[in-house]
């Protein structure tokens, strides 16, 4: 959530903010300063009441120790107790329905980011040359069933549409890129974490997907129990709250993570005409990384997480760029965002591959993840991030698609053949 601090101080700023990401906080933003103002009235009344209360218990002894008649005072003692409760339980609502707010409102966009949607994106690099072929390309669903890499109709005769199997070499390919994304984080200093794959609402409530898009995520019915669980969109999701309501020592961070876990997403639905096959699903698979810093170090921190998937997918010999989103095409919860986009040749353009965020305190402010400052010995609020590292869902189309031969072959990238006993060339069974 934000700092309230930042809606008192400059509402107006704030809503403007906001309004760059194509999202109208006004509404919502007077309530929250209603309720603030309510808030700290109650806690002024209550804390006068109080004083008053403890003045009037140190009376007592004294008149009854003189032989005065006490009754008054017991009666208006009485009755500011009472109207102490009924000031806490109004404080209590009040709260209550401040964090409600709160926890509705989208994290502010960075200052430096164009307002507006996708069509204010800006590529800012680009790597290597677009592929081009000398015969007529296959598209990859044709490729992947033709090499039994990807078996589409079985999968969806296991799930539905929206899934499919991996089989033979193409469940050894998918294995050999997770395997190279995880040993070249791991290389960098990155732990890796094996997460649930159901998550407990809270998870969701720090991430930031909750309570706004509570509807986009496959939920779990529990018989047993009334826990609200549900399958995680993204292992962000899980680690982000590993340290949820924890002081970490400063010298503690940065915390890096990573871990491998299949992604369910429900939006996968609406299919444009050219999405055919794997490009859109709802499970994939994907390692993501997470950093947790000190905020003067998180700028750092992204910077290093772009570079660190450019790395990736440069190694794999794409074509690719990286583009810096406008703030109407960053997520909900994040202050920025980078996208590593790749050619996918039947798709005609780009495909966002891994996208890297800095969400700021808005995070771990939700989840109270903190760092006791050396040098003050107070806890801080430290500054959260993620990335994509990488998702395979379109690199595998990209890698069979650029990759292919004349013969409807694929040439196996250099970096992946150790994992598949030195194959080099994926043939026709």
């Excluded at 509705?104 to 040359?129: C, H, M, Q, S, T």
């Excluded at 791991?186 to 794959?197: D, F, I, Q, S």
């Excluded at 583009?323 to 909900?332: F, Y």
């Excluded at 069979?400 to 994992?419: A, H, I, M, T, W």
Aim: proline content about 4%; aromatic content about 8%; overall charge negative.
């Amino acid at each position: 959530m934000n700092d309230i601090r930042l809606i008192r101080e400059n509402p107006n700023n704030f809503i403007e903010l906001l309004a760059r990401k194509g999202y109208d906080a006004a509404a919502e933003t007077n309530e929250i300063l209603e309720l603030d103002a309510r808030r700290r009235d109650i806690i002024a009344r209550v804390e006068a009441d109080k004083a008053e209360q403890n003045k009037l218990s140190k009376d007592i002894p004294q008149l009854k120790k003189s032989g005065a008649d006490t009754t008054a005072l017991f009666t208006a003692l009485t009755a500011l107790k009472e109207k102490i409760r009924e000031q806490d339980d109004e404080l209590r609502r009040v709260e209550q329905r401040l964090e409600e707010v709160q926890l509705g409102i989208w994290n502010v966009p960075d200052e430096d980011l164009a307002p507006g949607g996708k069509e204010n994106n800006e590529p800012i690099r680009y790597f290597g040359e677009a592929k081009t072929f000398d015969f007529a390309p296959k598209h990859h669903v044709d490729l992947c069933t033709e090499l039994k890499l990807i078996d589409y109709e079985r999968g969806t005769k296991l799930a539905g549409s929206g899934f499919w199997v991996y089989s033979g070499l193409g469940a050894r390919l998918e294995w050999a890129l997770l395997n190279y994304f995880i040993d070249s984080h791991l290389a960098g200093g990155y732990e890796l974490m094996l997460v649930p794959h159901m998550l407990e609402y809270e998870c969701g409530v720090t991430a930031g997907q909750f309570p706004k898009f509570a509807d986009e995520v496959f939920k779990i019915a529990n018989p047993t129990d009334d826990r609200r669980h549900y399958m995680l969109p993204t292992a962000e999701a899980a680690l982000v709250s590993l340290h949820r309501n924890e002081i970490l020592s400063e010298s503690d961070l940065p915390r890096k993570y990573i871990s491998y876990t299949p992604c369910f997403r429900r939006e996968a639905g609406s299919y444009r005409s050219d999405e055919r096959g794997m490009v859109r699903g709802h499970q994939f698979n994907k390692v993501e990384m997470v950093q947790l810093t000190r905020p003067e170090d998180s700028d750092a921190a992204f910077d290093e997480l772009v570079t660190r998937a450019e790395s990736l997918v440069s190694g794999l010999g794409f074509h690719f760029r990286t583009v810096k989103l406008a703030a109407g095409d960053c997520s909900a919860s994040m202050a920025r965002t980078y996208d590593i986009e790749i050619q996918i040749p039947s798709m005609n353009g780009y495909k966002e591959v891994s996208s890297v965020s800095n969400a700021r305190d808005y995070q771990a402010r939700r989840g109270q993840i903190r760092f006791r400052r050396e040098s003050t010995g107070k806890p801080e609020l430290v500054h959260t991030l993620n990335g994509s590292g990488l998702a395979t869902s379109r690199i595998f189309p990209a890698l069979v698609e650029q990759n292919q031969l004349p013969d409807g072959s694929v040439v196996v990238p250099e970096v992946l053949r150790k994992y598949l006993g030195g194959l080099e060339i994926i043939k026709k069974p």
